[in-house]
């Protein structure tokens, strides 16, 4: 057996190298991480077990950073001021791809209806941040296209938290069997205390200004592993990670914020984000995926064609038909914050390890393909400069 460093230390030169060559295809290197995961999955070459308490800890605190950067990430101010076409567009596009994809994952997979809307609104979701250096590339970020993209992407934030927010109670809600009621509500209660009283301070955060940034990140730290202390009384340590961020994100003296982020989204995807993926891979029963094959296109083709539609209903009079066509496919890439809330599910023992397989195996391949495509169809169909 070698020890978690050493292993460590292998998979983080595997996912630099391997992140290096997948971002030739403009897929974001932190999928190195998930594909080695899904490849341990089949077999592990390593004499050491990723299921150990040790690397199971690490990976949950990459699972919590990644929502408390989403959280820190999220300016409820700019997404108020979204214009009708980016706001009906949001919630007509993810709803109705939450739709039929609840439709799929309650007859085919055999959920119980919340849970399956759960998992349908998990991967409705858009991860834009993978399209933007595409978008930058072609020139197109402030046209209406690339406007459209980006600002669905934002919005659809919220429909995030709710759906974080959704799961949360309904994990938390198994948990009324084995703990104190009181506690889980008492718990609950103090993080939306905390969030609102944070919220509230933005004065009283000014005198964080005087400090040197490495004390204000001790803070920082502070703050969230508080949340996340709290949270796990109620099983809602995510969600409470999650709100540390939005806290903090207005408790945080602006001329303070930047650098607070970077320092953050350094830790969070320099170390914790690559265990966490590949934590997601390695759950991954991929001998199901290889068995069904037909199950993972079906969940692509239902996603994907969902978004489509959508797209061009909403879109068409707007963009035209084929950028509301394109409109679609950058919409149905994917990233973290589905990833999560699946792993949530999984976790918690709401999803079983076949679902959980398919659809971790779908976004893979909406990472590698809607890239692609994307910038092919803009390329085609000649839309932006190269």
């Given at each position: 057996m070698i020890n978690l460093f050493l292993f460590l230390s292998l998979?983080?030169?595997?996912?630099?190298?391997?992140?290096?060559?997948?971002?030739?295809?403009?897929?974001?290197?932190?999928?190195?991480a998930l594909i080695l995961g899904s490849l341990l999955g089949v077999y592990n070459p390593f004499p050491f077990d990723?299921?150990?308490?040790?690397?199971?800890?690490?990976?949950?605190?990459?699972?919590?950073?990644?929502?408390?950067?989403?959280?820190f990430e999220l300016d409820l101010k700019?997404?108020?001021?979204?214009?009708?076409?980016?706001?009906?567009?949001?919630?007509?596009?993810?709803?109705?791809?939450a739709f039929f994809g609840t439709l799929l994952v309650y007859f085919v997979f055999g959920l119980d209806l919340i849970v399956s809307f759960l998992v349908a609104l998990s991967f409705a979701t858009v991860g834009e941040a993978v399209l933007i250096?595409?978008?930058?590339?072609?020139?197109?970020?402030?046209?209406?296209?690339?406007?459209?993209?980006?600002?669905i992407g934002a919005l659809d934030d919220i429909i995030e938290v709710f759906t974080l927010v959704l799961a949360a109670v309904l994990?938390?809600?198994?948990?009324?069997?084995?703990?104190?009621?009181?506690?889980?509500?008492?718990?609950?209660?103090?993080l939306f205390i905390l969030t609102v009283g944070l919220t509230r301070l933005?004065?009283?955060?000014?005198?964080?200004?005087?400090?040197?940034?490495?004390?204000?990140?001790?803070?920082?730290?502070?703050?969230?592993?508080?949340?996340?202390?709290?949270?796990?009384?109620?099983?809602?340590a995510a969600l409470a990670a999650l709100l540390a961020g939005v806290s903090l994100k207005t408790f945080v003296p602006s001329k303070r914020l930047k650098l607070i982020e970077s320092e953050v989204k350094t830790m969070c995807y320099g170390f914790f984000a690559p265990v966490f993926f590949l934590w997601v891979g390695f759950s991954m029963d991929m001998k199901y995926v290889i068995s069904y094959p037909l199950l993972v296109l079906l969940v692509v083709l239902i996603s994907n064609g969902s978004k489509l539609l959508?797209?061009?209903?909403?879109?068409?009079?707007?963009?035209?038909?084929?950028?509301?066509?394109?409109?679609?496919?950058?919409l149905s890439v994917r990233f973290?914050?589905?990833?999560?809330?699946?792993?949530?599910?999984?976790?918690?023992?709401?999803?079983?390890?076949?679902?959980?397989?398919?659809?971790?195996?779908?976004?893979?391949?909406?990472?590698?393909?809607?890239?692609?495509l994307f910038s092919h169809l803009l390329v085609k169909w000649k839309i932006g400069k190269k």
């Open positions: 998979m983080f030169l595997l996912t630099f190298l391997l992140g290096k060559a997948v971002e030739k295809i403009r897929v974001p290197w932190i999928f190195a990723p299921v150990s308490p040790e690397f199971n800890f690490l990976a949950k605190l990459g699972m919590y950073f990644l929502l408390f950067v989403v959280g700019e997404l108020k001021g979204k214009s009708k076409f980016i706001v009906k567009g949001t919630f007509f596009i993810i709803f109705l791809e250096p595409i978008l930058d590339e072609f020139r197109i970020i402030n046209t209406k296209l690339g406007q459209s993209i980006i600002g994990v938390g809600s198994s948990t009324y069997t084995r703990f104190n009621i009181g506690i889980v509500l008492l718990s609950l209660f103090f933005k004065e009283e955060g000014k005198q964080f200004n005087v400090l040197n940034i490495e004390t204000l990140f001790l803070f920082v730290i502070f703050i969230l592993f508080l949340f996340i202390g709290i949270g796990e009384y109620a099983d809602s959508g797209s061009y209903i909403i879109g068409r009079k707007e963009l035209g038909n084929k950028q509301s066509l394109l409109l679609g496919f950058g973290s914050t589905s990833i999560v809330i699946i792993k949530i599910l999984f976790e918690s023992g709401f999803v079983h390890a076949g679902l959980y397989s398919v659809i971790i195996a779908s976004t893979v391949v909406f990472t590698f393909l809607v890239p692609v």
